[in-house]
């Protein structure tokens, strides 16, 4: 199989997508407690940007219908989810305010903190940035759970685990 280069655009939208594709992330949901009750966002951007102070960020899309409540919000606790938890993660991904049979307790400011999850970094809002067709949402973290386990990823548009090397 050859190589294929090609410029970014319109036409060339699909084949940029796939080639994006071949990198692999992890999987988060972002929570915020709204004054219409707590809200969900399933994402799979999410980096370290600093260690002091402490600086997480993700970035929402501008068409998703739940982009401004998020951009609203001042505190938010952003999730690593874990290799079972496939279901939770579509669950968000398709609608962020469905917390029906969702075992989670408010943070210590609010936010919705989802059990089970292998990480869990509470945030108060850093900066936003303006991205294109996305929003750059920095996070300064005030508060850290983590568990061992395995994660979530999505690679190739399928989400799957990480096969561990002996």
């Given at each position: ?31 915020i407690q ?22 997480v960020l ?65 945030c108060r ?42």
């Amino acid at each position: 199989m050859s190589d294929t280069t090609f410029v970014p655009g319109p036409e060339t939208a699909r084949a940029y997508r796939d080639a994006l594709g071949a990198y692999g992330t992890g999987v988060g949901v972002v929570t915020i407690q709204t004054p219409h009750g707590p809200a969900a966002i399933t994402v799979n951007s999410f980096t370290s940007v600093s260690m002091a102070p402490p600086l997480v960020l993700w970035c929402p899309a501008k068409t998703s219908l739940r982009h401004d409540a998020f951009m609203q919000a001042e505190r938010f606790a952003f999730h690593v989810m874990a290799e079972d938890q496939l279901p939770l993660a579509q669950r968000f991904a398709r609608q962020g305010d469905d917390f029906d049979a969702v075992d989670w307790v408010p943070n210590s400011d609010g936010a919705p903190a989802i059990a089970g999850c292998l990480a869990r970094f509470d945030c108060r809002r850093h900066a936003c940035h303006d991205a294109g067709d996305h929003t750059i949402v920095i996070g300064e973290v005030l508060q850290v759970a983590a568990r061992p386990g395995k994660g979530l990823l999505f690679k190739r548009g399928q989400y799957g685990g990480f096969l561990e090397q002996s």
